[in-house]
T-cell receptor
Framework: SQTIHQWPATLVQPVGSPLSLECTVEGTSNPNLYWYRQAAGRGLQLLFYSVGIGQISSEVPQNLSASRPQDRQFILSSKKLLLSDSGFYLC?????????????FGPGTRLLVL | GEDVEQSLFLSVREGDSSVINCTYTDSSSTYLYWYKQEPGAGLQLLTYIFSNMDMKQDQRLTVLLNKKDKHLSLRIADTQTGDSAIYFCAESPASGSARQLTFGSGTQLTVLP
């Protein structure tokens, strides 16, 4: 069966410091991968998605970036964190079954920028 | 672009039925999803429905779709305290290589003893 991991679970970082959040998927190959941010107001905002290695699409201009160095690894990065980057970051993978694509979410990383 | 709207809060008594409502704007063929998020956790897929269906039932969960009004509802029968969570409605187009989900803001369901 497929599983999705996110690391770390919680992170407290000072403003201006770099960031690297990791997401890995097991049990599937060539999945579509997604990064979302959930702010305190609960809505989910799509940040990046990837349909293959090295292929990244950005939905929202910001100081974050994403990379996909391996088929089942998706990394969210920043060179200098802002206070507004605080939030709950969710990674998701998508599989296709019978023409329907469904997204499955990881446990999330809670980021607090001070 | 697409928009998905939900009411923010719902409270029910344990054992009663809960009905969580959602409206969407995409008029093309689409998939509609319900996700559950417990405190501090990721989103768990509960169920989905394709826009050419009217109803789908899965144990205590019933999804009803009114295509004319673009209205989706999730009914939870015999609501339990473990059902307390935030419930997200989401829609995505039925075609495309990366089918992006558009989420509602979530409905906080509180189950009272």
């Amino acid at each position: 069966s497929q599983t999705i991991h996110q690391w770390p679970a919680t992170l407290v970082q000072p403003v201006g410091s770099p960031l690297s959040l990791e997401c890995t998927v097991e049990g599937t190959s060539n999945p579509n991968l997604y990064w979302y941010r959930q702010a305190a107001g609960r809505g989910l905002q799509l940040l990046f998605y990837s349909v293959g290695i090295g292929q990244i699409s950005s939905e929202v201009p910001q100081n974050l970036s994403a990379s996909r160095p391996q088929d089942r690894q998706f990394i969210l990065s920043s060179k200098k964190l802002l206070l507004s980057d605080s939030g709950f970051y969710l990674c998701a993978w998508a599989g296709t079954s019978g023409g329907r694509e469904t997204q499955y979410f990881g446990p999330g990383t809670r980021l607090l920028v001070l | 672009g697409e928009d998905v709207e939900q009411s923010l809060f719902l409270s029910v008594r344990e054992g009663d039925s809960s009905v969580i409502n959602c409206t969407y704007t995409d008029s093309s063929s689409t998939y509609l999803y319900w996700y559950k998020q417990e405190p501090g956790a990721g989103l768990q897929l509960l169920t989905y429905i394709f826009s050419n269906m009217d109803m789908k039932q899965d144990q205590r969960l019933t999804v009803l779709l009114n295509k004319k009004d673009k209205h989706l509802s999730l009914r939870i029968a015999d609501t339990q305290t473990g059902d307390s969570a935030i419930y997200f409605c989401a829609e995505s187009p039925a075609s495309g290589s990366a089918r992006q989900l558009t989420f509602g803001s979530g409905t906080q369901l509180t189950v009272l003893p």
